[in-house]
């Protein structure tokens, strides 16, 4: 596996920003960079499941292993959906983690994710886009 970080300054609180990612509208509008019909599904609980769908009931199902509401949110993928189909392999233990920082009303997000080699580049190219219209959503 190897780590990926990215890091956005975004000119808003970091209450703005955690809704920004998570409320249901505005995180199906940033995931969209990542595939058509990207949402999630769960109770948005530390230690819950979590499904990441797009289409045709295909994505991951992970769990939330850290929430601190306005501060971290840290997914453990556990393994790959295809069809509604569980699938372990290659994402299973990969961390996907999101810290916000506030300093005089400017909030630092910090996203750090395990990705398999086959995949870096995808989302190298594909975060920095979808963290752009995060940072849209919570500084309007």
Not at 96 to 110: G, H, I, Q
């Amino acid at each position: 596996m190897k780590q990926l970080k990215f890091e956005l300054r975004i000119s808003a609180p970091k209450e703005k920003v955690w809704e920004a990612l998570w409320a249901d509208a505005n995180y199906r509008k940033w995931t969209s960079i990542f595939g058509e019909n990207s949402h999630a599904v769960g109770d948005w609980k530390e230690g819950s499941e979590i499904l990441f769908l797009g289409n045709e009931q295909s994505g991951m199902y992970s769990m939330i292993e850290k929430l601190n509401k306005y501060q971290e949110m840290t997914f453990k993928h556990l393994g790959e959906l295809k069809n509604g189909e569980r699938i372990p392999g290659d994402w299973s233990g990969a961390l996907e983690k999101y810290v916000l920082k506030e300093k005089d009303n400017v909030t630092v997000l910090v996203v750090t994710m395990d990705s398999n080699q086959e995949f870096a580049s995808y989302f190298e190219e594909k975060f920095p886009k979808a963290l752009n219209i995060v940072k849209e959503i919570a500084e309007c």
